[in-house]
């Protein structure tokens, strides 16, 4: 999962570079997917911890 949030956040520097000011629909996209997968790595982290699969 944290591959995918790097390679995402990459790809969103890679959007931004490539359409130079062109609107940026892809750069948002691929950054608002890297949150969306560094909200759940979080949340899949502090289930993991209340339920006792994550030691403290």
Do not use: E, K, N
């Not at 995918?4 to 890679?14: D, M, N, P, R, T």
């Not at 570079?17 to 691929?30: I, K, L, Q, S």
Request: proline fraction near 2%.
């Amino acid at each position: 999962m944290l591959l995918a949030i790097v390679l995402s956040l990459f790809s969103g520097l890679w959007f931004l570079y490539r359409d130079r000011g062109d609107g940026g629909t892809r750069t948002v996209r691929a950054l608002t997917l890297r949150i969306g997968l560094s909200i759940a790595l979080f949340l899949v982290l502090l289930i993991g911890y209340r339920l006792g699969l994550v030691p403290a």
